[in-house]
């Protein structure tokens, strides 16, 4: 599969806490992209960075970027309940028309 | 703006029927995807349509799956003879994509697909 993976699979913290996904993925990229998804449906994009980049930051979240590993992590900062949501990485592989998507991380905060 | 639609937002069907399920892009976006997520799972690039080249279909499972854009404007996808494992949902998303970049996709809700 050329699908990334994240880690943890799924991952519960309380309200306040931070929380930290990680991804790997196997190919050379042009840029990784961090996407939420609630209940199922819609994905909402959350921030891209591109391969030559080393970190980026949005708001709460922070994202970091190894080229050299394969790897990419989000940060997010002060959680809230209403972060509970799945977080997908999606890779856009050199060469290559669509994201390839990994497995995600499903995290719940606690109020 | 308006984001991305689909339509129908569920559809349960029988084993063995056709369905076709409909994408509204971003107006303005030239690329159009399509992806399948089963339950619990993650996302599965089906198909990909950029202007007026030729789809990119390499991630189509089947020859029971086709789809269609009209310019830069509505996509649809047609599953034939729907079989029980195509239950997902099917989502669609459009970007504004510039040669040798890729930009961000948005996503519509998707279709939730059944199939009995």
């Known amino acids: ?111 | 703006g308006a984001g991305v639609s689909q339509s129908p937002s569920n559809k349960v069907t029988e084993k063995g029927k056709d369905v076709e399920l409909r994408c509204d892009p971003i107006s303005g976006h030239t690329a159009l995807y399509w992806y399948r997520q089963r339950l619990g799972q993650g996302l599965e690039f089906l198909i990909y349509f950029q202007g007026n080249s030729a789809p990119d279909k390499s991630g189509l499972p089947s020859d029971r799956f086709s789809a269609e854009r009209t310019g830069e404007s509505v996509s649809t996808l047609t599953i034939q003879r729907t079989q029980q494992e195509d239950s997902a949902v099917y989502l669609c998303a459009s970007s504004f994509r510039l040669a040798g970049r890729a930009d961000t996709q948005y996503f519509g809700p998707g279709t939730r697909l059944t199939v009995l």
């Open chain 1, 1 to 111: 599969s050329q699908q990334g993976e994240e880690d943890p699979q799924a991952l519960s913290i309380q309200e306040g806490e931070n929380a930290t996904m990680n991804c790997s993925y196997k190919t050379s990229i042009n840029n990784l992209q961090w996407y939420r998804q609630n209940s199922g449906r819609g994905l909402v994009h959350l921030i891209l960075i591109r391969s030559n980049e080393r970190e980026k930051h949005s708001g709460r979240l922070r994202v970091t970027l190894d080229t050299s590993k394969k790897s990419s992590s989000l940060l997010i900062t002060a959680s809230r309940a209403a972060d509970t949501a799945s977080y997908f990485c999606a890779t856009l592989q050199t060469g290559a028309n669509n994201l390839f998507f990994g497995t995600g991380t499903r995290l719940t905060v606690i109020p």
